[in-house]
């Protein structure tokens, strides 16, 4: 990869959007309020004052909450809490590659159903338990997907709840996204829907905070956060109390909104550059412009390579993430495009290699 | 637990031991020096520049160390990658009581060779080699050993690597006492005398910086190394930079010997006042003074009941844990006492309601 290659592959804030002042003073209040507590050991549910913080956020008990090192972490305790092999699992089509990863390692009979622009396909959920599938689990991450910047809507989320609490399915609603709406009205999670147990909520500090701190967390029912609080017990005792102790600091000095404020501010400024740039240079291209998120999903025509778009990007300074891999099958004319880490005068510059690129392949719809 | 309960249970540090001032002062100094490096999401391999001082440390490549969180998520994905159900693997008799958990997770064939005061029974190993056994790994804690406080001797470090070598046996030399050694000669790591990819080593700044930053690291192959990064990344995508990054600072500024002076003097100290106590109070407990660690090792006689003593403890507001706990089978008469979470006062009154409950229990040597 050249020096200045403008990369739209990887799915993290450029640090200009990053309170690297706020964060300092936090750690140092921390190491002030509260030495005990971030130098022990502390136990495997997570540093107690952010644990309760987390719960008045989601309005509920501790006990149906426990931190841990990012939400991956949580979500492969989770996986081996409830997935055994053979398990049948809904995942979205497509859906984060390391999720698809994680529950191949497991054994996992994956259940990929269509992403649309508002969420998950429900009835075809449905279907597929009218043919006698009984998923265990259900992943969606519902707010600007990863990697298609979709949104699951208000019926659909009511429509999936449904289905769970009809037949049993535990729905993993996977939210790191949630905080980091720049336009459009915040849904209710499912979450805060659900009164029978049905959801198992993650989400993460990695996108209002910072992704160095590494900090995640879990919402569900006390059995399943206790089953989880005994893997991460025996597999690394406890958690990181320091950076669980900075943000808590961080999220109770009333910094988060601010922080907040100017990351949806800049990813609002850059999908506005994106979808500028792609009207202008790349007429082909079909997206549905995400209301948050750091992710866009994009669909060339039928017949276009992403292997041999993504190798002729190189040459020309620009990279992405191929859409095949985020599907286990299929979508070889896509791709996903994440905005958080470059400046809108870079997303212009990319997209327009990106174009020529495009228009370089032999074999494209224009040249044939 | 009464309020005033004293505890010889946990391993860890009083807080007056800990550089609560040096950690502030460093965090602040990594958010200045790194920004970048601290917020962003890194790799599995750790934070480059603590890597790299871990390389100079050890006098190794980078690419034979990863940095994680803490050293028993290093151990977890290391068990992971190197022990099959059923592989014969060799461990100290005691040993660490997690250390048995995770190896009894992965199903292995778990053969306890007898811990002698300078260490593991190398001959032991050698009988079970000869019996026809052939060990993938030899999990051992080489100085100031969990639960047991002994060291293994030089030539038993020399004898076990030769076993190794001849065998194909890995060593997993799991060192996280090493630094606080308060007196005696440091003995060389295994690692250190090993010139045939024969040993792992794992340590942890736990014991140095604090436990609360939940640092730790494996030394190995290069293959190895490779290996755990792979799991590393598909578990969490990397480790925590924030803690890693001040880790660093501290250790690189150069504040590392004097909080190591700190925390070994109160420990020589401690350990002063526990042998004084015992010999005064328990004239009955058998022991080996430690020259480092957290931990020593005491032997009842015959016929006294840990389960008797610990229940009669507890009514007199003392604790500790049974030896039984780092033990397949047998131990019933022995425990051990954990003297880093205490000081010198605390311990004398401590064991003074020890010996209390020693004598209280029907059945004793002494009242028999």
């Not at 019926?155 to 939210?175: C, N, P, Q, S, V």
């Not at 740039?277 to 549905?288: I, N």
């Not at 859409?323 to 880490?341: C, I, K, V, W």
Request: a negative charge; aromatic letters at 8%.
């Amino acid at each position: 990869m050249a020096a200045d290659t403008i990369s739209f592959a990887r799915g993290a804030p450029s640090l200009d959007i990053v309170d690297v002042e706020g964060l300092k003073a936090a750690a140092k209040r921390a190491f002030e309020n509260d030495p005990a507590g971030l130098t022990g050991y502390g136990t495997a549910i997570g540093y107690p004052p952010l644990r309760q913080w987390i719960a008045d956020q989601h309005q509920v008990e501790p006990q149906n909450v426990i931190v841990t090192n990012g939400s991956m972490q949580a979500d492969a305790f989770l996986f081996d809490q409830l997935v055994a092999p053979g398990d049948p699992v809904v995942v979205e089509r497509p859906t984060y590659d390391r999720t698809l990863l994680g529950l191949r390692q497991r054994g996992a009979d994956i259940r990929p159903i269509e992403l649309e622009p508002d969420g998950i396909d429900v009835e075809g959920v449905g279907r597929l338990i009218s043919d006698g599938i009984r998923p265990k689990l259900a992943h969606v991450i519902p707010n600007f997907q990863n990697p298609a910047g979709y949104t699951l809507s208000r019926d659909k989320r009511d429509g999936l709840l449904a289905l769970a609490r009809e037949h049993g399915m535990t729905i993993f609603e996977d939210d790191p996204y949630v905080a980091i709406r720049f336009s459009g009205d915040p849904l209710p999670t499912m979450l805060s829907l659900d009164s029978d147990d049905t959801v198992v909520y993650a989400s993460s500090f990695s996108k209002t905070v910072c992704p160095g701190i590494r900090v995640g967390y879990l919402v569900g029912p006390a059995d399943v956060i206790a089953g989880v609080q005994k893997r991460a017990t025996n597999t690394y005792i406890s958690p990181n109390m320091v950076a669980q102790g900075i943000v808590y600091e961080f999220a109770s000095s009333g910094g988060m909104p601010t922080a907040i404020e100017t990351v949806r501010n800049a990813l609002r400024d850059r999908v506005a550059a994106l979808t500028a740039a792609l009207e202008r240079d790349l007429p082909d291209a079909h997206f549905v412009a995400p209301e948050g998120g750091y992710f866009m999903w994009v669909e060339l025509p039928e017949g276009v390579d992403v292997d041999a778009l993504l190798a002729a990007a190189g040459e020309r300074g620009v990279t992405f993430v191929k859409g095949t891999d985020f599907l286990l099958d299929g979508g070889r004319n896509t791709l996903r495009l994440a905005y958080s880490g470059v400046t809108p005068k870079q997303i212009d510059e990319g997209i327009s290699r990106l174009a020529e690129a495009y228009n370089s392949l032999s074999g494209t719809p224009a040249a044939a």
